[in-house]
């Protein structure tokens, strides 16, 4: 007896629809013998031991036979504990436990427990676009994973909790009417929850170079360096940066919960990200665990702060071998990971906020306080982080020591919710002018790297096309070139900055005023690099 379920199994950050095949011999033998086929891992191979004991715990007799799984296309590697449920239904329908025989319509997923209840498994929404893509209609899933796939229009959601509850639903199909109701959530409504943050900017005294220098950054999505004494506010205004951030676009939002779904990081009960990430990982991390690896590659941090802000504190006590790894995810929006069994390919299309001392006792140029350090000390210190990666940096500044008279003054900063409004102005001018540009896309890696959302993202042509200057900014920006010895790379991002400045005065053309400003954003590093 042939009986087939439908799957679905996830590589990179999209989905695959595997075809699950169950046959039976008929014939009683004096031991069970169970084999699956078609490039099953670990997890998948262990299946049978969960898949047997689900059954029977569940109140189904299984007599000893030959069973053989097969997971179609053969040629794919299968991993995780996701075909439990597709085995199981499979051989309940192979020995006549369902009233159906055809589960063409129906895609199942999740992992058994041995009393055969349903634990969620990770990558549920790259599954949904992916059944949605080959019109199954029908996903049946455990309930912990129902909020995240249900998401995605198109298609309907039933949350189960047990083999014997899909039995029953499956059953119910057959007779033309589904008795269960599917989960339904508007994404939409998701998004537009009152957004609160725990920091605010009213929080910091002084430093307003530094705000407006992060009020720039967060209206174009520009990486940002800042440079200064400890005990400065470096952290503390990086921290502060989400409460500024417009708010994600649906297709931003649905890229950014495929990558947190897929590495295992996305909350069950919010079922999509309506935050741009804040990732801030430790300076101990690893190459890998920044990038992404792995035998079978999953996503690192760069991947996991897509459409959000990355930021890496103490920026020379990272390995110089980590840094380097970020010039080309900075310079192109995608990380590729080549294994000998597969290559793909993960979005990493962040914001970066980085903070360091300019030496290392982290008193250089500090007017209260006496650096220790000898010039070779402080080269070598700040030499941690290349050249290369600095030009890839947009805004770099110095945050000095904030005086008493700041720290101690009575009058109210301004907060968060003020820069914001502006932030999200420049934004709309932004969305405006790149929204007819941008493709109709089905939310695949590849595609996501072509869409531009902000300043910071447009490519050579855009610049063109959007940075015109007037003769007067044209002067300031080739003597600029010239005396610092800025590189092309460097003139682009500052056309990129001065257009965000401009975006920021709703002006529609560049001026010189722009120009400067942006400028002044690229000085720093020839005093401490030079």
Same mark, same amino acid.
């Given at each position: 007896?042939?009986?087939?379920?439908?799957?679905?199994?996830? +590589?990179?950050?999209?989905?695959?629809?595997?075809?699950?095949?169950?046959?039976?011999?008929?014939?009683?033998?004096?031991?069970?013998?169970?084999?699956?086929?078609?490039?099953?891992?670990?997890?998948?191979?262990?299946?049978?031991?969960?898949?047997?004991?689900?059954?029977?715990?569940?109140?189904?007799?299984?007599?000893?036979?030959?069973?053989?799984?097969?997971? &179609?296309?053969?040629?794919?590697?299968?991993?995780?504990?996701?075909?439990?449920?597709?085995?199981?239904?499979?051989?309940?329908?192979?020995?006549?436990?369902?009233?159906?025989?055809?589960?063409?319509?129906?895609?199942?997923?999740?992992?058994?427990?041995?009393?055969? /209840?349903?634990?969620?498994?990770?990558?549920?929404?790259?599954?949904?676009?992916?059944?949605?893509?080959?019109?199954?209609?029908?996903?049946?899933?455990?309930?912990?994973?129902?909020?995240?796939?249900?998401?995605? !229009?198109?298609?309907?959601?039933?949350?189960?909790? /047990?083999?014997?509850?899909?039995?029953?639903?499956?059953?119910?199909?057959?007779?033309?009417?589904?008795?269960?109701?599917?989960?339904?959530?508007?994404?939409?409504?998701?998004?537009?929850?009152?957004?609160?943050?725990?920091?605010?900017?009213?929080?910091?005294?002084?430093?307003?170079? &530094?705000?407006?220098?992060?009020?720039?950054?967060?209206?174009?999505?520009?990486?940002?360096?800042?440079?200064?004494?400890?005990?400065?506010?470096?952290?503390?205004?990086?921290?502060?940066?989400?409460?500024?951030?417009?708010?994600?676009?649906?297709?931003?939002?649905?890229?950014?919960?495929? =990558?947190?779904?897929?590495?295992?990081?996305?909350?069950?009960?919010?079922?999509?990200?309506?935050?741009?990430?804040?990732?801030?990982?430790?300076?101990?991390?690893?190459?890998?665990?920044?990038?992404?690896?792995?035998?079978?590659?999953?996503?690192? !941090?760069?991947?996991? @702060?897509?459409?959000?802000?990355?930021?890496?504190?103490?920026?020379?006590?990272?390995?110089?071998?980590?840094?380097?790894?970020?010039?080309?995810?900075?310079?192109?929006?995608?990380?590729?990971?080549?294994?000998? @069994?597969?290559?793909?390919?993960?979005?990493?299309?962040?914001?970066?906020?980085?903070?360091?001392?300019?030496?290392?006792?982290?008193?250089?140029?500090?007017? /209260?306080?006496?650096?220790?350090?000898?010039?070779?000390?402080?080269?070598?210190?700040?030499?941690?982080?290349?050249?290369?990666?600095?030009?890839?940096?947009?805004?770099?500044?110095?945050?000095?020591?904030?005086? +008493?008279?700041?720290?101690?003054?009575?009058?109210?900063?301004?907060?968060?919710?003020?820069?914001?409004?502006?932030?999200?102005?420049?934004?709309?001018?932004?969305?405006?002018?790149?929204?007819?540009?941008?493709?109709?896309?089905?939310? /695949? @890696?590849?595609? @996501?790297?072509?869409?531009?959302?902000?300043?910071?993202?447009?490519?050579?042509?855009?610049?063109?096309?959007?940075?015109?200057?007037?003769?007067?900014?044209?002067?300031?920006?080739?003597? &600029?070139?010239?005396?610092?010895?800025?590189?092309?790379?460097?003139?682009?991002?500052?056309?990129?900055?001065?257009?965000?400045?401009?975006?920021?005065? &709703?002006?529609?053309? =560049?001026?010189?005023?722009?120009?400067?400003?942006?400028?002044?954003?690229?000085?720093?590093?020839?005093?401490?690099?030079?």
């Amino acid at each position: 007896m042939l009986f087939k379920a439908r799957s679905a199994a996830v +590589y990179g950050i999209d989905a695959n629809i595997i075809d699950v095949e169950v046959d039976f011999s008929g014939f009683k033998l004096d031991q069970e013998q169970f084999s699956t086929v078609g490039l099953p891992d670990a997890a998948v191979r262990e299946s049978r031991d969960r898949v047997r004991s689900a059954i029977r715990n569940s109140g189904f007799d299984i007599p000893p036979t030959r069973i053989t799984i097969n997971l &179609a296309p053969a040629d794919l590697k299968k991993e995780g504990s996701g075909f439990d449920l597709p085995i199981a239904v499979g051989i309940l329908g192979a020995y006549g436990a369902l009233e159906t025989k055809d589960l063409s319509d129906f895609l199942l997923v999740g992992e058994l427990g041995l009393d055969g /209840s349903l634990r969620a498994v990770q990558g549920m929404l790259p599954i949904a676009v992916a059944a949605r893509a080959k019109g199954i209609a029908n996903l049946v899933i455990p309930a912990s994973n129902a909020r995240e796939a249900a998401v995605v !229009e198109g298609v309907k959601v039933y949350p189960v909790h /047990s083999l014997l509850e899909v039995r029953e639903l499956l059953n119910s199909a057959a007779t033309g009417t589904i008795q269960a109701m599917p989960l339904e959530t508007k994404a939409s409504d998701l998004l537009e929850q009152m957004q609160h943050f725990p920091h605010d900017f009213k929080d910091v005294r002084g430093q307003h170079v &530094a705000k407006r220098a992060l009020e720039v950054a967060a209206a174009g999505g520009h990486n940002i360096l800042m440079i200064g004494p400890p005990g400065s506010g470096k952290t503390m205004l990086a921290k502060r940066l989400p409460s500024i951030l417009a708010p994600l676009r649906f297709e931003e939002a649905l890229e950014t919960t495929k =990558i947190h779904s897929v590495a295992g990081v996305l909350d069950a009960e919010q079922g999509l990200v309506a935050y741009r990430p804040f990732r801030s990982p430790h300076h101990t991390i690893s190459d890998a665990g920044l990038i992404g690896g792995g035998m079978v590659p999953r996503p690192g !941090e760069v991947s996991l @702060a897509h459409n959000g802000l990355l930021f890496l504190d103490e920026l020379p006590e990272f390995p110089r071998n980590v840094l380097e790894v970020l010039r080309q995810p900075l310079e192109d929006g995608m990380v590729t990971i080549s294994r000998a @069994a597969m290559s793909l390919s993960f979005p990493a299309q962040f914001m970066l906020a980085a903070a360091m001392n300019p030496c290392p006792c982290g008193y250089f140029n500090d007017k /209260s306080r006496e650096c220790m350090c000898t010039p070779p000390m402080i080269q070598r210190y700040v030499s941690k982080v290349s050249g290369p990666l600095l030009d890839r940096i947009d805004i770099h500044i110095e945050v000095p020591a904030v005086q +008493y008279k700041e720290l101690r003054g009575g009058s109210a900063a301004e907060g968060s919710a003020e820069i914001r409004e502006r932030v999200l102005a420049a934004r709309e001018r932004q969305h405006a002018r790149f929204g007819s540009g941008n493709e109709r896309t089905n939310g /695949s @890696a590849k595609a @996501a790297s072509r869409r531009v959302f902000a300043n910071s993202q447009m490519t050579t042509q855009q610049i063109r096309t959007f940075c015109e200057l007037s003769s007067d900014a044209e002067r300031l920006l080739e003597r &600029a070139m010239q005396q610092q010895g800025l590189s092309a790379r460097a003139h682009d991002r500052i056309l990129k900055v001065a257009r965000t400045i401009a975006d920021l005065d &709703a002006a529609s053309d =560049i001026g010189v005023k722009h120009i400067a400003e942006a400028i002044q954003y690229r000085t720093l590093d020839r005093s401490y690099w030079a």
